[in-house]
């Protein structure tokens, strides 16, 4: 029986020591035949996932945005606590800054 899509082509990498047994490890947990059948799978599998155009850092692009997206959410969540609060109650809580340097100190 003739195989359709013959496999001929090679791809080759390096890893370090970490990183080969960290495959070698993933390769076990997910149950692969071998390593070539792990790494050829998953690296298909981001060729079809729709950040393909920016991989690999695709979707680390996107998680990135999202934690942006997030962080520029909590700032206005407390922007408007903060504004809730108001400034003279906030003044009431801070330390009052020293009044003067010590000596060994002033020429900085």
């Given amino acids: 029986m003739s195989v359709i899509n013959p496999r001929n082509r090679l791809v080759n990498c390096r890893l370090s020591e970490v990183e080969y047994e960290a495959l070698q490890a993933a390769c076990h947990t997910k149950g692969a035949r071998s390593l070539s059948e792990f790494a ?26 999202r934690r ?3 962080l520029e959410l909590r700032v206005e969540q407390l922007l408007r606590l903060l504004t809730g609060v108001g400034v003279a109650s906030l003044e009431r809580n801070v330390s009052p800054p020293p009044a003067a340097l010590p000596n ?3 020429h900085y």
């Fill in 104 to 106: 060994d100190l002033q």
């Fill in 40 to 65: 050829r799978t998953a690296v298909l599998r981001l060729l079809d996932e729709p950040s393909a155009p920016d991989a690999p850092g695709g979707a680390r692009g996107e998680t990135i945005g």
């Fill in 68 to 70: 942006v997206s997030d």
